[in-house]
DNA sequence: GCGACAG
DNA sequence: ATCTTGTCGC
């Protein structure tokens, strides 16, 4: 278990370092329950923003993974987190901005998932540590990062055909692929973020593809985030 | 020193 | 991320 008193509000210089040690930490591999017990609950995650900027707002969608049933992919359980903002957006810190949110809205859940897909990048980070690592490795969980754009890396142009791959690589790295999830849309960018292997994770992504560019999971988490599906005031 | 730069 | 309306295309 991950400190108590993990630090979130730290100096950018302080963040970078403890990045630096957190990596360490940080398992490519699957775990053995997830081949155990397999996978029965996938959480998607993303974060929102509101009065301009000042409140966070997180959001966490769990789905069914149950194949040949009708609760295959439909919703289990969804929770929305709000708490104050604590840090401005600064490329390569995106996790001590969105995280402390997340794990609000996780703390809220009824029931932990087997597998979670965050809105960004797993180890396709300069530090090799994105918002989906992160979050994995305070939660202890198997995570997958699905970004709609890139941070760093390099890639050969991506085919036109639906599934079409590319490997991501940075300073001899491969730290993840980018996936033409749906014709005529821009690529994602997949990476594994915690406890689980980069093919895993891209057949992970694209099991739970429907016809849309993201997955299932950060799909319906990215609709609970933002504002367009807010509650219809009653009456 | 000059760009690039998840959400 | 967010501010914002309608509109063109599969």
Redesign the pocket.
């Known amino acids: 278990m991950p400190s108590a008193l993990h630090p979130w509000n730290l100096s950018p210089t302080d963040a970078v370092a403890l990045q630096y040690e957190l990596a360490k930490q940080i398992r490519l591999e699957c775990t053995p329950a997830m081949a155990r017990a397999g996978i029965g609950r996938i959480a998607g995650v993303?974060?929102?923003?509101e009065d301009?900027?000042e409140t966070t707002r997180a959001a966490v969608v769990v789905l069914a993974w149950q194949p040949g049933t009708t609760e295959h992919l439909q919703v289990i359980e969804q929770v929305v987190h709000r708490e104050p903002t604590r840090m401005p957006?600064i490329?390569?810190?995106?996790?001590y901005r969105e995280v402390p949110a997340a794990l609000g809205a996780f703390a809220k859940l009824s029931r932990y998932p087997d597998l979670v897909m965050v809105?960004?990048?797993g180890i396709a980070?300069p530090r090799r540590i994105?918002?989906a690592s992160h979050l994995g490795l305070w939660l202890e969980l198997p995570t997958i990062?699905i970004?709609?754009?890139?941070?760093c890396g390099r890639f050969e142009p991506v085919g036109e055909a639906r599934l079409s791959t590319s490997e991501l690589t940075h300073r001899g790295e491969t730290i993840g692929v980018v996936l033409r999830s749906r014709e005529?849309v821009k690529p994602v960018f997949v990476s594994p973020g915690h406890l689980i292997d980069q093919a895993s994770a891209l057949d992970w992504v694209i099991r739970c593809l429907h016809k849309t560019k993201l997955p299932e999971p950060t799909r319906m988490a990215d609709r609970l985030?933002?504002?367009r599906d807010r509650p219809k005031t009653a009456g």
Not at 147 to 151: H, N, Q, T, V, Y
């Open positions: 993303d974060i929102g923003f301009g900027g957006y490329p390569g810190l995106l996790s809105d960004g990048q980070h994105g918002v990062g970004a709609k754009s890139r941070l005529k985030a933002s504002r």
